[in-house]
Structure formats: structure tokens, C-alpha cells
């Protein structure tokens, strides 16, 4: 199983600044990664897939890049509305995998 | 609009048997693979089983494999998981989800709790 590792765990940002959060796959998952954004109580959203592809009605603000094995979320100018917990998933093999997810809280 | 809404979650002895559901509206369902993905409580995202549109392909996680069966009713636009032997570490909210590889859309999510 491919096994995804994010980092950092916590991210403390203030609004408005940037935030970079990384995702490592432990064997080459070609482009075949994708971002989730999760606020409590609410289900996961898709930000990102193929790697760099914005998912229909995500803004401009996120980004995603890298293939391989390293891969980045980038939320350029964070709003309130970011702050929430980040997991990048795997599919370029069986069994899909996701990371243990990153916490962007606020400063 | 997509909606997807999933049932049948609830309180079950380990051992026992439950089936969610997931009724999905607002697209040609039958076009789309559909999958199941589960987060225990306080947890982060565990995938559980995948299924193409014309039921060809299944997959399962190595946790649920032998136990879980998914399944798809295309002319009522429904998608379900049997999950039997059940054991307290299948305890989770359960989502299901459009896509076989990434997750384009989630439903609310469903309480599955394994407990005596």
C-alpha cells in the first residue's frame, strides 16, 4: 500500500498570508493525487486533482503542484473561510490512500 | 443539483450485520463509479470500496476485504454497502461518494457505531 505523509500537521497562518502544505507518497504516484478540504461536521470537498487541476467552482486562491512522490497545496491569501483540515489522497494504485491530514488554524 | 444521501447507519453488536445506502439524485447515476469512504471518529479518511458504473470492477480496502460487499441499483439510483462481522474498528461515519479514483462529490455521511 502506498502510504501518504503530510506535513506539517499544523499550520498556523494569519489571514491573508500564504499557506504551502506538503503531501509525500512512499512510491511514485505519477499525477494521480488529489486535495480535500474538511471543516467539522461537514463531508470532504475536492479542491484539487490530477495533481494541479482545480475542481469545478474551487477558487483561484488554491493550487496544487508536483508529481511523483512530492506533492503541494498552496492557498495563496487565506480567508476565514480556509481555515479547515487538508488531506491529499492517492489513486494511482489499489487501495486508494489518503495522508493523516494537515490543520490550518488561524495565528 | 448533485445530492447524494446515505441511510441505514445506526448501533450494532460486533458481529453483527448492517447495509447503508446512498441515494443519489441530480445526475445520470448510471454513468458514474461510485465509492464508499469512511472516517472514524476524531480520524482522518480511510477509503473502503469503489465500484465502475457497470458494475464490472470492485475493489476493496484490506480492512474491509471478505466482509464488506458493494453494490448499485441503477434504475433506482442507489448505492450500498453490506457490511457484515462487523468489529468496533468499523465504527466511522460513512460517505459515499462519485468517482472510482478521486471523490468528486460526498454525501452527509452516515453513523455506523460497533458496540455492545
Known sequence: EIVMTQSPATLSVS?????????????SVSSNSAWY????????????????TRATGIPARFSGSGSGTEFTLTISSLQSEDFAVYYCQQYNNWPLTFGQGTKVEIK | ???????????????????????????????????????????????????????STKHYGDSVKGRFTISRDNAKNSLYLQMNSLR?????????????????????????????
Open chain 1, 15 to 27: 489571514p491573508g498570508e500564504r499557506a504551502t502544505l506538503l503531501c509525500r507518497a512512499s512510491q
Open chain 2, 1 to 55: 443539483q448533485v445530492q447524494l444521501v446515505e441511510s441505514g447507519g445506526g448501533l450494532v453488536e460486533p458481529g453483527g450485520s448492517l447495509r447503508l445506502s446512498c441515494a443519489a439524485s441530480g445526475f445520470r447515476f448510471s454513468d458514474y463509479s461510485m465509492s464508499w469512504i469512511r472516517q472514524a471518529p476524531g480520524k482522518g479518511l480511510e477509503w473502503v470500496s469503489s465500484m465502475s458504473s457497470g458494475e
Open chain 2, 88 to 116: 468496533a474498528e468499523d465504527t466511522a461515519v460513512y460517505f459515499c461518494a462519485r468517482g472510482q479514483y478521486y471523490f468528486e462529490y460526498w454525501g452527509q455521511g452516515n453513523l455506523v457505531i460497533v458496540s455492545s
Open chain 1, 37 to 52: 478540504q474538511q471543516k467539522p461536521g461537514q463531508a470532504p470537498r475536492l479542491l484539487i486533482y490530477s495533481a494541479s
